[in-house]
């Protein structure tokens, strides 16, 4: 699946790492201040983007069809994972463990 760009993963969560031009992080259902008028971020691609933003890859299951779905589940995602840390690279809780390599 492909990135469908609606920048749900960049408004619904809450994100506690600080953030280029948000020191402070963001606090979930807020715009952040890297997103663009057409819902693109304007760290991705560029070494800046935090690591938060790796553990969300574009899957069915995160994001859905559309930005009202994707919201609610990005949402749902980030209530169930509250106070919780991940060291990079994060996976969302929805996506499987990537097999050992031996």
């Given amino acids: 699946m492909s990135c469908g760009k609606c920048g749900a993963c960049r408004i619904a969560p809450s994100i506690a790492s600080t953030l280029p031009n948000m020191p402070g992080g963001k606090p ?8 663009t008028d057409e819902n693109l971020c ?4 560029i070494g ?4 938060f933003c790796y553990g969300w890859p574009p899957l069915p299951e995160v994001c859905g069809t559309t ?4 919201t609610a589940k990005i949402t749902a995602l980030d209530h169930a994972t509250a106070g919780k840390t991940c ?3 994060c996976r969302p809780l929805t996506q499987p463990p990537r ?3 031996t």
Avoid: C, I, K, V
Wanted: proline letters at 15%.
């Fill in 28 to 35: 979930a259902g807020t715009r952040g201040a890297n997103l």
């Fill in 99 to 101: 097999p050992q390599e």
């Fill in 67 to 70: 930005f009202e779905e994707a």
């Fill in 42 to 45: 304007r760290l991705y691609g």
């Fill in 87 to 89: 060291t990079p690279p």
């Fill in 48 to 51: 800046a983007r935090p690591a």
